[in-house]
């Protein structure tokens, strides 16, 4: 009879600590040592980089390394980095609600981050209830003429906002390149259209391309 976790396969341990959170399994390592093997394990770091992030930006090279040997690549590392902007993204937001005091500086700060910033802009652009009792806060203090704006229409709305400009900053440049006489595929230029749809699904501009299907009478429609 298996008295403890510690007693458990490590096939099973691992099994368990997918279904767990990042934070038990952090909470776990600290507990044993043995823990702290499994728990550090690269295939449990890659399971929860995937499952809990669905967009990277193009410098992580995530299909590459997706493809590579999963030892080849610090997960925990990567899982810790888009955690830590996850935060960021996070608060440079709530800060933009409490005051207009530096926002377009925390726009340029959020639009840097890439493409890493987009599951917080998305998840938040999406909100439809929450204890964000900071954006409340703000929302009660910025009452006028008696009437309390909601605070989530504001989280919506800056978060809506973002992600238009981070799209856009990945669009425009490719346009730009067209017209400096640079070359830039067909399907690319066409893809940076559906990038100005900000709760698109999409991820990078070359998973546009990869997935988008134009009809042969969108390039010629006079000859169809």
């Known amino acids: 009879m298996v008295r403890s976790l510690i007693h458990l396969p490590d096939e099973i341990l691992h099994s368990i600590l997918c279904y767990s959170s990042p934070q038990s399994c952090a909470a776990v390592e600290q507990t044993n040592r043995r823990f702290q093997n499994v728990t550090n394990e690269h295939l449990l770091w890659r399971h929860h980089c995937q499952s809990h992030y669905r967009f990277w930006d193009g410098r992580h090279e995530m299909p590459r390394k997706l ?6 690549t610090d997960w925990k590392a990567l899982f810790v980095f888009k955690y830590q902007v996850d935060r960021s993204v996070t608060r440079l937001l709530d ?16 639009v840097n981050m890439g493409y890493d910033a987009k599951d917080t802009l998305l998840r938040c652009s999406l909100i439809e209830s929450g ?8 929302a009660t203090d910025s009452m006028q003429d008696g009437m309390c704006f909601p605070w989530i229409d504001h989280k919506r709305y800056y978060a809506h906002a973002l992600l ?61």
């Open 131 to 138: 204890e964000d009792h900071l954006a409340r806060r703000w």
């Open 67 to 72: 493809a590579c040997p999963v030892n080849s």
């Open 95 to 110: 800060s933009i609600l409490v005051s207009q005091t530096g926002r377009i500086e925390k726009f340029r700060r959020v």
């Open 164 to 224: 238009t400009c981070l799209h856009r900053s990945i669009a425009i440049p490719e346009w730009a390149k067209l017209k400096r006489g640079e070359p830039v595929s067909l399907d690319r230029a066409l893809a940076c259209f559906d990038l100005f749809i900000p709760e698109s699904g999409t991820g990078d501009l070359d998973e546009v391309c990869l997935n988008s299907v134009y009809p042969l009478d969108f390039f010629l429609p006079d000859l169809i």
